[in-house]
């Protein structure tokens, strides 16, 4: 006599059988045949293995195993890399992928992904061109240097430039400016590994130009000024600007470079922003070679770009690293198709996304947050009570670290304990919308700044609000 457990194994159904059910030939058209088969093996070997241990259990129906064959799937079939909502009131966040391509550098990447481009074609002389030919007029017009060269990041630009002028010498920095970036990333580190020896001169907050003169001998490769991009010293400082800088190195037949790190090839006064450097200020100031991102305030691709003197630009063509830090064809359109904007830098504020965000109005964002307010608290319900608020977002990535942008949005403050969720687990179900909200914590609350939020978005974000699972709130 068969027991209950040896029944409900006669009846799980076979892999054959299943296969050829209707609900799993469907399966197969939308996920592939063989993806189909792995998974439902999957599912009766956990069935077996449940029955095993569970004497009661009952072997699952084929509706229920096609639902669950279809959640995995399709749970498995989902990008890793996925849009978001940035409502964390940094606008260039480096977790969040930093600027977004205006429109002009999508249909370039997208042209240059689909098509035969001519990467490394000379199209008039029918002969073997150079990459960086693309970008390389455009960035001296911008910045006024002789040569520009381009790499996949910036600091693949600062190792390649350190690599090319001072492997194996010594590098003069400011102590005050031996920078750590997003990562552990260090400039001491960068400079081990291009094989330069690091010479830090002055002290944290004060660096003189007798520093500079003093530690300059034989063994010296080059100067180098780093702008402190991601911090700032206050009170009783010194540094010798790059102008100086650059006079004691030519002073001594030696090359001066300088890393901006953002880097942005106008300058932000005239729209309102706090001043950062421009790469044409340092080639003005003397600097023989720049270095600075592509992804940050420029508002382009993730790329590193060295501007400067011709000879040394030439130098670091011939580098053997070069050829594997160098940039592909779909960053290479869309840099073009970014630096291109600059041209017209009376419409660069509507058409450079980056730059159109950090100039929002803020009377825009909180006429926002008010539009936006009744939506996210009738999501929510009881769970938490919604407020526009003032808010200051930051430009992020390393960029005028202590300068706040006015801005507004939601502020979400949980019920508390006894009657909602935790504000961890309110901002944690709004990670798992389709498209990811993502704020930030702060005082106890979960704040929605609303600056990266355009208003072209505003139905997507809305509409996904019903999908919201709180914690003990819905069934």
Known sequence: MLTSTSQARRAIPAVDALLKAPTFQAL????????????????????RRRLSVERAAAAPDEETLAEECRERLSAAARPSLRAVFNLTGTVLHTNLGRALYPAEAVAAATQAMARP???????????????????????????????????????????????????????????????????????????????????????????????????????????????????EIRGFTAEVGAAKLAAIAHAHALPMIEDLGCGMLVDLEDFGLPHEPTPREAISAGVDLVTFSGDKLLGGPQCGIVVGRK?????????????ALRLDKVRLAALEAVLALYDDPERLRTRLPTLRL??????????????????????????????????????????????????????????????????????????????????????????????????????????????LQLPGDRP
């Open 28 to 47: 197969a058209s939308q996920f592939g045949r063989a993806r189909v088969l792995e998974c439902v093996r999957n599912l009766l070997a956990e069935q």
């Open 117 to 231: 481009v001519n990467l490394e074609y000379d199209v008039d002389g029918a002969g073997r061109g150079e990459r960086d030919s693309h970008v390389e007029e455009r960035l001296l017009r911008l910045t006024g240097a002789e040569a520009a060269v381009v790499v996949n990041n910036n600091a693949a630009a600062v190792y390649l430039v350190l690599n090319t002028i001072a492997a194996g010498r010594e590098v003069v920095v400011s102590r005050g400016e031996l920078v750590e970036i997003g990562g552990a990333f260090r400039v001491p580190e960068i400079m081990a590994s291009a094989g330069c020896v690091l010479r830090e001169v002055g002290t944290t907050n004060r660096t003189h130009s007798r520093d500079f003169e003093s530690a300059i001998t034989e063994r010296t490769g080059a100067l180098m000024k780093v702008h402190a991009s991601n911090y």
């Open 311 to 323: 000879d040394l630009v030439a130098r670091i063509r011939k580098n053997p690293m070069k050829r």
């Open 358 to 467: 950090l100039t929002r109005d803020p009377q825009e964002i909180a006429a926002q947050a008010t539009r936006l307010r009744g939506a996210v608290q009738l999501a929510v319900g009881s769970a938490a009570q919604v407020e526009s608020v003032s808010c200051a977002s930051q430009i992020g990535s390393g960029a005028l670290p202590v300068d706040t942008l006015t801005s507004a949005g939601l502020r979400l403050s949980p019920a508390g304990p006894s009657g909602g969720p935790s504000v961890d687990a309110l901002a944690a179900a709004f990670r798992r919308l389709p498209v990811p909200v993502i704020g930030r914590i702060r005082e106890d609350a979960l704040w929605l700044d609303l600056r990266c939020l355009d208003e072209a978005q505003e139905q997507q974000f809305t509409g996904q609000l019903a999908d």
